[in-house]
Nanobody, 133 residues
């Protein structure tokens, strides 16, 4: 069982950086055997994949609209995954969700994510980021 709790959202102005955190509480398999990802859902839109990271020496994957501005990272010792949003834009306004996917072979990021398979096993409840212009 995996429980994910996001934090770090809020009302911010455009520009600058913001870091979101997601802490995982896991029973059984270690945190280090899950690929982690961030999704976001803007008002009136469907939830979309943003970035993913493998459990090993990290492979990362980003969708094109956020490449170069978003950075996903993780600290396996702290059971935490982060999403740094740089040069904030109003269009980054969304609820940001953390998610976990079992990844025993460490292939989810280079495999499934790169092919657009963003199915996840566990989800957090989200943290709202509102970027004002």
């Amino acid at each position: 069982q995996v429980q994910l709790v996001e934090s770090g959202g809020g009302l911010v102005q455009a520009g600058g950086s913001l870091r979101l955190s997601c802490v995982a509480s896991i029973s059984g398999r270690a945190f280090g055997r899950y690929a982690m990802a961030w999704f976001r859902q803007a008002p009136g839109k469907e939830r979309e994949f943003v970035a993913g990271i493998s459990w090993s020496v990290p492979n990362t994957y980003y969708v094109d609209p956020v490449k170069g501005r978003f950075t996903i990272s993780r600290d396996n010792a702290e059971n935490t995954v982060y999403l740094e949003i740089n040069s904030r834009k109003p269009e980054d306004t969304a609820v940001y969700y953390c998610a976990a996917r079992s990844d025993p072979d460490g292939t989810v990021v280079r495999g499934a994510f790169s092919f657009g398979d963003y199915g996840m096993d566990y989800w957090g409840k989200g943290t709202l980021v509102t970027v004002s212009s």
